[in-house]
């Protein structure tokens, strides 16, 4: 995950490659086309800190926006596309299952109107989330990192951002957020009880108070 308005990654070991397929172009700008070898170690930066921060409240206010048409609905839905990620659907997938388990307070789904979109390509930076500072987010998913590590913990992990977290790179491997500080021998895709506990507590005191603004 890197800079750019963006929150990156770096995760683990190489699974099977992804054969690259066409993305469509977001309305914000995807990054040009770039060579994917050399992977720097992720050390994180301020303003990746502040753009997960951003693509996280620009996802709750959509959802917010949503839910103040709808307020009897029962469960909280994050709603996203993978139409721009074609090659990752069953990662993405995965994903959602990890994440739809692991918390109460909010649900991911794929469908129309989405919060946030995947888009898949090839970039030095990697993978990475996104947010135009108005209101517009995506995910962007890199060919070379998900053969370099292991897709499910990039995409997992990516999708942590949606939900609040921030990255932790010295965290150990058994840390979702910690990316690809661990190493190349993580496989681990599943958020430790903290992150967890985080993601439930942004969701009731997070959208409270955009639910607020919104009204």
Request: glycine share 8%; hydrophobic share 35%.
């Amino acid at each position: 995950m890197k800079a750019l308005l963006a929150a990156a990654l770096g995760l683990t070991s190489a699974a099977a490659a992804l054969a690259p397929a066409a993305a469509a172009e977001p309305t914000s700008p995807l990054p040009t086309a770039a060579s994917t070898s050399g992977y720097a170690q992720y050390a994180g930066s301020a303003e990746e800190a502040a753009n997960n921060k951003a693509f996280f409240e620009a996802v709750l206010a959509s959802v917010a926006e949503k839910r103040a048409e709808n307020p009897e609905a029962a469960t909280v839905t994050v709603t996203y596309s993978t139409a721009s990620a074609p090659s990752f659907r069953t990662q993405i997938a995965r994903s959602t299952q990890v994440w739809n388990n692991a918390v109460r307070n909010v649900q991911l789904q794929e469908g129309s109107n989405p919060d946030f979109s995947y888009y898949e390509g090839n970039d030095s930076r990697g993978s990475y989330a996104y947010t135009d500072g108005h209101g517009n987010g995506y995910i962007f998913l890199d060919y070379a990192q998900n053969q370099q590590y292991y897709s499910p913990r990039v995409v997992a992990h990516e999708t942590g951002h949606v939900l609040g977290l921030p990255d932790h790179y010295t965290g150990p491997c058994s840390e979702l957020m910690s990316g690809g500080g661990p190493g190349t021998s993580c496989t681990n895709d599943q958020p430790n009880s903290t992150e967890r506990s985080r993601v439930e507590q942004l969701w009731v005191n997070g959208l409270a108070e955009a639910l607020a603004e919104v009204g």
